[in-house]
């Protein structure tokens, strides 16, 4: 069996990113006009974010707006359902019923993430990992094991070509 950075990736490969709740697939929605296995080829050039990268679920990302908002959304709601302690009490007796602004603490292992909307945002212009000298509709084609990367700081691979297995 080829390693996967000797495969050529076709519509349908898996993909996954770092800041991902789950696997996603990369789609192609016009061929180039090659085809492996009866699956179009890919090229370095097919890397649009949402349009060749899909969803991958959810985004762990705090650098993602939405999962800001989540996590936002969750701490109003603990600070909501949270009583106040007897030292908030007296604090309130002294200070007119003013809390004060406590310290946010450094998430502790173990803690649940919140999750916001996955909307791969991708910086660059194609994909870090395409076969020189070879060309498909004046592209690279695009090699299992290559990257991009998020806007929100996730790292987006695939880890498999998307082609059918001997024998399927």
């Known amino acids: 069996m080829a390693e996967l950075t000797d495969t050529y990736v076709v519509h349908g490969a898996c993909t996954q990113c770092t800041m991902g709740m789950r696997q996603s697939r990369v789609v192609l929605h016009e061929t180039h006009g090659v085809f492996l296995k009866k699956q179009a080829q890919m090229t370095v050039k097919d890397c649009k974010g949402e349009y060749h990268v899909i969803c991958f679920g959810g985004c762990y990302s ?3 707006p939405s999962t800001q908002e989540e996590a936002q959304k969750v701490q109003d709601k603990v600070k909501e359902l949270s009583p106040d302690t007897f030292l908030d009490k007296v604090m309130g007796f002294f200070t007119g019923g003013k ?12 803690v649940p993430q919140v999750l916001g909307v996955c909307t791969p945002h991708i910086i660059a212009q194609e994909w870090d990992y395409g076969q020189d000298g070879v060309e498909t509709d004046s592209d690279r084609p695009l090699m299992g094991g290559a990257k991009l990367y998020c806007m929100y700081g996730g790292e ?13």
């Not at 809390?99 to 173990?110: I, L």
């Not at 987006?156 to 399927?168: F, K, R, V």
Request: proline share 7%; glycine share 10%; no cysteine.
């Open 62 to 64: 705090m650098e993602n």
């Open 99 to 110: 809390k004060k602004k406590q310290e946010e603490a450094a998430p502790a292992e173990g």
């Open 156 to 168: 987006i691979e695939i880890i498999e070509s998307g082609q059918p297995e001997a024998g399927s």
